[in-house]
């Protein structure tokens, strides 16, 4: 299928991306970060039907941010520290409630970043996982600890459910298209502090901007 989003995920690639998010000086490419999201929206894709709802969501938001990139002002939107400094100086962004600037980069991209924190626990668990620990208990348990605080019930319902239905930690890992267990997990091993990185300068960007909040 031509649609990348329908593509075969490989980790590999995602790991490719979040590296290639940093500059030298620390900021981080919008294009990017944005990418290493569409590759993990790809392993989201085969996992079912169930995870749609999350996909179609990541997908939305993603696009929002590739709109601004293209869009005439897109060199404003080349790095999260650009963009955020461009739409505060302009008063693009809906601080206390939602305005006229629902979909926001800061907003949007507020939303990825929670999930990073996500990302960044359950690949951890993963990482330290033993044969036998269940993917839906680590994924779970990571979702609690980040995103679930900022989701109504209903969505923690639907998310619950659709753990239920991940594939065994060797099924996952083979999903993951990089060889052994053993390879997976010195991968994961790259990955984690990759992630956590980019995460901690997004992170200590609007913790300066407070811009933790937007609605
Ligand atoms: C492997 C299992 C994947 C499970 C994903 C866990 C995240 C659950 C998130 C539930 C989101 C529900 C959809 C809608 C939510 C929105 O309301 C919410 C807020 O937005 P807004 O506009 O209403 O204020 N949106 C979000 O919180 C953003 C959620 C983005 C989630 C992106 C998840 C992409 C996941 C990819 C699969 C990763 C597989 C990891 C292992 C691979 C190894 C690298």
Redesign the pocket.
């Known amino acids: 299928m031509a649609d990348s989003e329908n593509q075969k995920?490989c980790?590999q690639e995602?790991l490719e991306s979040f590296k290639s998010c940093l500059s030298p000086e620390k900021e981080i490419y919008i294009e990017h970060y944005v990418s290493g999201?569409r590759g993990?929206?790809k392993?989201?894709n085969s996992?079912g039907s169930l995870?749609g709802?999350?996909?179609?969501?990541?997908v939305s938001?993603t696009q929002i941010l590739m709109n601004y990139l293209k869009s005439e002002n897109g060199p404003h939107y080349a790095t999260v520290q650009s963009m955020v400094k461009f739409e505060l100086d302009n008063e693009l962004v809906d601080v206390d409630k939602k305005g006229i600037y629902p979909e926001s980069g800061c907003?949007?991209l507020l939303?990825?970043h929670?999930?990073l924190r996500?990302?960044q626990l359950?690949?951890e668990r993963?990482r330290t996982s033993k044969e036998d620990d269940k993917?839906s208990v680590m994924?779970r348990d990571a979702?609690n600890e980040s995103?679930a605080q900022?989701?109504p019930w209903l969505?923690r319902k639907?998310?619950g459910m659709?753990?239920y239905s991940?594939p065994v930690r060797l099924a996952?890992f083979e999903v993951?298209n990089v060889g052994t267990p053993e390879q997976v997990v010195d991968v994961?091993g790259k990955?984690v502090p990759l992630l956590c990185e980019v995460y901690q300068i997004t992170e200590e960007l609007y913790q300066k901007h407070n811009l933790h909040d937007l609605p």
Do not use: E, N, Q
Not at 53 to 58: E, L, M, P, R, Y
């Open positions: 995920f980790l995602v999201w993990l929206v392993l989201l996992l995870f709802f999350i996909s179609k969501d990541a938001k907003r949007t939303r990825l929670r999930a996500w990302l359950f690949l993963l993917t994924c979702y995103l900022h989701h969505i639907s998310a659709a753990f991940l996952f993951m994961l990955a």
